[in-house]
């Protein structure tokens, strides 16, 4: 079957850095999908990356390791308003998307 | 309009009753998709629309149903509502389907509960 883990929750301090990681076992892949969602609001993309190795954009990066089925999203600066959850997703050989349960970051003063 | 609109905002709803959530896009994107997401679980597809006039299944099909006339509307239709249809269903879109780098854009969301 198809399957994509994360951690369900982390915590983490206002102006540090955090990684959430993502592993996936997947039929097929053809990209990973970070999504940023607040609570109560819909998801919203991050980044996307294909191929190995790391994608910076800002205060966020995400690293790639296809022979591992690993991820991460790296937050830099952590802000107030990073406090959302995070939603990893692979496309599988079909093109359909199959998402993690997704991570919720709480940032404390 | 800018995005993808649903509509209604949250519903309750009688288990047995019919009822459609809609859904609107502006952005001439050929694909949509309905996902449901429930607390603990990733979000699951329920149908998909590569193009207008063709549907498809997602992972949870069973008791939900779509159409799809023209390219910006994408609703769903629950025939007999269920307790565990109770759900935040959202409506999403991307340009071309079948490319890995798709992005999928959302809609705001419809938080539906079934008594």
């Known amino acids: 079957g198809q399957n994509i883990d994360q951690p369900t929750e982390m915590t983490a301090t206002e102006g540090a850095i955090v990684q959430i990681n993502c592993t996936y076992q997947?039929?097929?892949?053809?990209?990973l999908f970070w999504y940023q969602q607040h609570a109560g609001e819909a998801p919203t993309f991050l980044s996307y990356?294909?191929l190995d190795g790391l994608e910076e954009k800002g205060r966020f990066s995400s690293f790639l390791s296809r022979s591992k089925g690993y991820s991460y999203l790296l937050l830099k600066e952590l802000q107030m308003k990073d406090s959302a959850s995070y939603l990893c997703?692979?496309?599988?050989?079909?093109?359909?998307?199959?998402w993690g349960a997704g991570t919720k970051l709480i940032i404390k003063p | 309009i800018a995005g993808i609109t649903q509509a209604p905002t949250s519903q309750i709803l009688a288990a047995g009753r019919r009822m459609t959530l809609r859904c609107t896009q502006d952005m001439r994107h050929n694909a949509m998709y309905w996902y449901r997401q429930d607390l603990g679980l990733g979000l699951r597809l329920i149908h998909y629309?590569?193009?207008?006039?063709?549907?498809g299944k997602g992972e949870v099909p069973d008791g939900y149903s779509v159409s799809r006339a023209n390219t910006d509307d994408f609703p769903l239709t629950l025939a007999s509502a269920v307790p565990s249809q109770t759900s935040v269903y959202f409506c999403?879109?991307?340009?071309?389907?079948?490319?890995?780098?798709?992005?999928?854009?959302f809609g705001p969301g419809t938080r539906l509960l079934v008594l």
């Open positions: 997703a692979v496309t599988d050989s079909n093109y359909q998307l199959i």
């Open positions: 990356n294909v």
């Open positions: 999403a879109s991307s340009d071309n389907p079948g490319q890995g780098q798709e992005t999928q854009y």
């Open positions: 997947t039929s097929g892949f053809n990209g």
């Open positions: 629309s590569n193009t207008a006039g063709t549907t």
